[in-house]
T-cell receptor
Framework: QKEVEQNSGPLSVPEGAIASLNCTYSDRVSQSFFWYRQYSGKSPELIMSIYSNGDKEDGRFTAQLNKASQYVSLLIRDSQPSDSATYLC???????????FGTGTRLTVIP | DGGITQSPKYLFRKEGQNVTLSCEQN?????MYWYRQDPGQGLRLIYY?????DFQKGDIAEGYSVSREKKESFPLTVTSAQKNPTAFYLC????WGTGITYEQYFGPGTRLTVT
């Protein structure tokens, strides 16, 4: 199993809907997780980090961590066309400060 | 403005030439990293440095070299030994130490094309 696995998509949602992005992880990662957004041709931008079991909300974004099931998700409420990007699920390697990157899920928000 | 700068944005080189990519940060971060990204693939770690004058190989260090003479700067040299150098190169930085969160922040990237 890869350390971090994402559904590569693509995922399409209509404007105003909730977009749900999911990620599973292996035992090789620690309990620190990050979601990055990457627009085409640009560098990744950190949008959320989560370290504790449960939900963390920041504006339209909610990150969810379920340690028992080893998955982490990102919900985007009221999706906008400007949210169209690739979203990277990233986890910290256990015992190090290196990151494991998922291959990303491409999200398209349809106006 | 605090941030990470990379230059140049686009770089074209002939096969067999070494090329150096610049990365500078003014975030006062101790750790700096180099990644490459290929189309449809995740980021792969080339080298990282946690402190001045020290650096470690990542997953794909062959054909690359780095230096860390200043805290703010972490240049990457792509040598002629790198078999497939055309890629998008990303530099990142983070805090480093006990009890911190290791959030990495990325520069804008350099797109290298070797023909």
């Amino acid at each position: 199993q890869k350390e971090v696995e994402q559904n590569s998509g693509p995922l399409s949602v209509p404007e105003g809907a909730i977009a749900s992005l999911n990620c599973t992880y292996s035992d090789r990662v620690s309990q620190s997780f990050f979601w990055y957004r990457q627009y085409s041709g640009k560098s990744p931008e950190l949008i959320m980090s989560i370290y504790s079991n449960g939900d963390k909300e920041d504006g339209r974004f909610t990150a969810q961590l379920n340690k028992a099931s080893q998955y982490v998700s990102l919900l985007i409420r009221d999706s906008q066309p400007s949210d169209s990007a690739t979203y990277l699920c990233v986890a910290l390697q256990t015992g190090a400060n290196n990151l494991f990157f998922g291959t990303g899920t491409r999200l398209t928000v349809i106006p | 403005d605090g941030g990470i700068t990379q230059s140049p944005k686009y770089l074209f080189r002939k096969e067999g030439q070494n090329v150096t990519l610049s990365c500078e940060q003014n975030l006062n971060h101790d750790a700096m990293y180099w990644y490459r990204q290929d189309p449809g693939q995740g980021l792969r770690l080339i080298y990282y440095s946690q402190i001045v004058n020290d650096f470690q190989k990542g997953d794909i260090a062959e054909g690359y070299s780095v230096s860390r003479e200043k805290k703010e700067s972490f240049p990457l040299t792509v040598t002629s030994a790198q078999k497939n150098p055309t890629a998008f190169y990303l530099c990142a930085s983070s805090s480093w130490g006990t009890g911190i969160t290791y959030e990495q922040y990325f520069g804008p990237g350099t797109r290298l094309t070797v023909t």
